[in-house]
């Protein structure tokens, strides 16, 4: 049933990119796969029919290589990222903001701007970028994270002007906390750490991402989702959740 035409989903190897994976093919779209852990990739692509290939946004080689490889596409789900550490300003460091700002911003610009020509072609083509509820907010010791997230955020809400009038949609999705590798990532492999983040609340699956990337996806090509902005019920902001 892959009569939606192609979809790129970056971040594709584990939590929300995954997820849309997934979805995306179960809803019609023929799904290209991309990440740096390609042995991830391959039974996710075999599953869903998909294309798995290797990309690091950080490097541009490897998204001009990975953008050759991607002759068609109508949908492009900006999805790689996430965050390094939680620590104040007066004590950042800089090879976690360099990781979070190459990652989150320059990543979904590099890989945007490549693939908008062929998003161009495809007479119906759609950017989602997931940045976060990080990116209207701002929280102690997060500000590596919550800066990256709103410039992430910038440069996507730019291209919906500077593409008015043209055959292009522009959708961000701003999920709060969601049960996924992003805490295990933020805090180097430490699980107990990461486990504390989602103790005593049901936190969002990536499934539940996945749904609205996809609601946004298949309404009509006239009808644009700006934004979506989803959280666990019992989370009301970056730094407030009921937790039992
Ligand atoms: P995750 O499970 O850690 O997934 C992150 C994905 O990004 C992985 O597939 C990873 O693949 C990919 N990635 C990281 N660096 C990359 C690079 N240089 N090149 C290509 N891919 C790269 O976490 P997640 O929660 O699903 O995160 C997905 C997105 O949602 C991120 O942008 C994150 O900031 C955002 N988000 C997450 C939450 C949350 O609470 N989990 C909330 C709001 C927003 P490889 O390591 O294989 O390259």
């Known amino acids: 049933m892959n009569n939606l035409g ?3 989903v970056t971040g594709a190897s ?3 990119g995954a997820a849309t994976a997934r979805h995306l093919s179960a809803n019609g779209f023929h799904v290209v796969l991309g990440a740096r852990r390609i042995d991830r990739l391959h039974p996710i692509a075999e599953e869903i ?3 798995a290939l290797p990309l690091d946004v950080t490097d541009p080689s490897s998204v001009t290589a990975f953008a050759r490889a991607v002759p068609e596409c109508r949908l492009l789900v900006n999805n790689a990222g996430g965050a390094r550490g939680l620590e104040p300003v007066a004590e950042a460091s800089d090879d976690h ?10 990543g979904t610009l590099r890989v945007t701007r490549a693939l908008l020509p062929a998003l161009t072609a495809s007479g119906e083509g759609h950017v989602v ?11 102690d010791n997060g500000a590596g994270y919550t800066s990256a ?6 440069l996507h809400r730019t291209l919906r002007g500077e593409h008015l009038g043209e055959a292009l949609r522009f959708t961000e999705i701003l999920p709060g906390m969601v049960e996924t590798e992003f805490s295990l990532t933020r805090f180097a492999g430490d699980e107990s750490r990461a486990a504390g983040v989602y103790q005593g609340l049901t936190p969002l699956t990536a499934d539940d991402v ?7 996806a298949t309404r009509p090509a006239h009808v644009n989702i700006d934004q979506i902005v989803l959280k666990p019920r019992a989370q009301a902001s970056a730094t407030r959740a009921h937790r039992e």
């Open 129 to 139: 970028t997931v940045t976060s509820i990080a990116a209207t907010e701002i929280y």
């Open 210 to 216: 996945a749904d609205t990337i996809v609601f946004a």
């Open 14 to 16: 584990s939590g929300i």
């Open 149 to 154: 997230k709103h410039a992430q955020s910038v």
């Open 6 to 8: 192609t979809a790129v």
């Open 49 to 51: 029919g998909g294309t």
């Open 97 to 106: 903001w360099r990781w979070m700002w190459e990652t989150n911003v320059l």
